[in-house]
């Protein structure tokens, strides 16, 4: 892939040698007039089967060469902004794009946004108009290849983006950035091997990145652990030769602005492999569980882009981190584990882990009154089951809350949706044993998974739980999933924390 850097272009164009340009245009009922004109003003000449092509309902762009080299190539998008287009549109298709020219030697690429009008409806602001083209490049270019034999060294590539409102595109490159930044270390969390992340590997390279970007780090060992009584990480935990860690990040946004700033405590679970315990799973797949650790990664990765951008919001980010593995000395079916809050649960399945540690982590983050909690897991394939790949499960009892994630998913794409809440839910986790079972029968999975990690949230306290299972991991779902985990969360936790610092 490439080593991207990218700038904001000038009026004036400036076309170097080995340079390829990308120009769209409306798809309308004009659009034959539109492309001789476009042909006129870029000195290209068309063939006839290039032109019937483009003006086909089957091709959506078309590449033609310029011998002057100025530039060396051009490419032609056709977009249709109708009820079908999407605001992840040009994240999609740029990532496409970068991924499809990856083995060229091109050394300079020319994006010429089109002008913001026509697709107003889509986009609350020119500036994330402008952010999503960024950030699609910088997700089609990732790659997880560390351990590749004949790995590559990264070509340097010098994006220039181009638009009508200089102030606004500058705005957004500075915003992609911290948010790119943010989704990268994620990803990279996330794709690492579980051998090279064990919880103390995890929480030694979340505190030096975060270090690194101004973010006071603490991490509290077994033995702290043990002393602040956190069963429910300490019984996922015990069957690992790995430790658990306990992770507590500290950004104090509040100093970038001049009114009282909310403050936000991120929880992720961060369970570095899960064999499923005792209640072991299928071996097909099991690989994938080294990225059940990803709300973990998301906490980390938000908090970062968050510091980069300064954004005046306060937030305590909040991993537990455990290894859910198999031993003489794994917690079992059947045991009665006691938490940090005094609450116990009864362990029918030892595959339901994640709500565990994540019961003590909701309890610590109560016990420091912030403005909400909201918490990030890859916690059921119910919720999957039920919404599929693409779309995190949100639960939640606070309306508010609920319609200003829902918001912030469908401007960056990261989308969530509500699944119920109610009460008539807590009799399928009733144990006779504990304060709580933790699995319910079959149905409602991840709801009663929500329901558990109730009981140990403060009431007055606004609370979410955002279920990852599905988009955290690698799917068809688009050009930027397809083959790593994707990061999803940070777009949406970055939009919804920039939205309350502003209110």
């Known amino acids: 892939m490439f080593n991207i850097k990218f700038n904001s272009g000038n009026k004036k164009t400036v076309y170097k040698p080995l340079s390829l340009s990308v120009k769209y245009l409306i798809d309308e009922k004009k659009l034959a007039t539109t492309l001789k004109q476009f042909e006129k003003v870029s000195n290209i000449k068309l063939s006839e089967l290039q032109r019937k092509n483009f003006l086909s309902a089957k091709v959506n762009e078309i590449r033609v060469s310029k011998p002057d080299g100025k530039p060396d190539d051009i490419m032609i998008c056709k977009v249709k902004a ?118 103390a590997i995890l929480a030694n390279t979340v505190s030096k990145m975060l270090k690194k970007a101004g973010v006071k780090t603490k991490v509290f060992s077994e033995s702290e652990i043990t002393k602040r009584k956190m069963g429910g990480l300490l019984a996922v935990g ?12 500290e950004y104090k946004g509040a100093k970038w602005s001049s009114k009282k700033s909310k403050t936000v405590a991120l929880v992720g679970k961060g369970v570095t492999f899960d064999t499923g315990g005792i209640s072991i ?10 990225a059940d650790m990803s709300g973990a990664a998301v906490v980390a990765g938000t908090v970062l882009a968050a510091a980069k951008a300064k954004l005046p919001v306060n937030i305590i980010g909040i991993i537990p981190s455990a290894e859910n593995m198999i031993s003489g000395s794994s917690m079992r079916p059947g045991d009665i584990v006691v ?13 339901a882990e994640g ?32 919404l599929g790949e693409f779309v995190a499960g949100l639960f939640t009892k606070n309306d508010k809350l609920a319609s200003q994630l829902y918001n912030s998913g469908m401007k960056t794409y990261d989308r969530v949706w509500r699944l119920p809440m109610w009460d008539d839910y807590k009799k399928l986790i009733e144990s006779k044993v504990a304060d709580v079972h933790n699995t319910g029968p079959r149905w409602a999975g991840s709801i009663t998974a929500g329901k558990f990690l109730e009981n140990f949230v403060h009431e007055k306290i606004p609370w979410a739980h955002i279920d990852i299972a599905g988009p955290a991991m690698a799917s068809e779902a688009n050009n930027y999933t397809k083959t790593f985990m994707t990061g999803f969360g940070v777009r949406l936790m970055f939009d919804y924390m920039s939205d309350i610092s502003k209110s």
Do not use: W
């Open 339 to 351: 938490t940090a809050s005094g609450k116990s649960i009864e362990v029918d399945n030892t595959d």
């Open 355 to 386: 709500r565990m540690i994540l019961a003590d982590a909701l309890n610590y983050a109560s016990k420091l009154k912030p403005d909400v909690i909201i918490d990030l897991a890859t916690l059921t394939g119910a919720c999957v089951v039920a």
């Open 238 to 249: 015990m069957g690992s030769d790995n430790p658990p860690r306990f992770i507590v990040l």
């Open 82 to 199: 109708d009820d079908n287009f999407s605001a992840d549109y040009f994240r999609n298709q740029l990532a496409g794009l970068i991924q499809n020219i990856s083995n060229e030697e091109i050394k300079y690429l020319h994006i010429h946004i089109p002008q913001y009008s026509a697709f107003k409806k889509h986009f609350e602001t020119e500036e994330y108009f402008c952010q999503s083209f960024i950030e699609g490049l910088a997700l089609g270019n990732y790659a997880f290849d560390n351990y590749k034999y004949d790995r590559k060294k990264p070509t340097e590539l010098n994006v220039f983006f181009y638009s009508s409102n200089f102030k606004k595109l500058s705005t957004a490159l500075l915003t992609a950035q911290a948010v790119i930044a943010g989704f990268n270390f994620t990803k990279y969390l996330q794709n690492e091997s579980a051998i090279s992340m064990t919880p």
């Open 281 to 290: 799973k299928p071996a097909s797949g099991m690989g994938e569980m080294k």
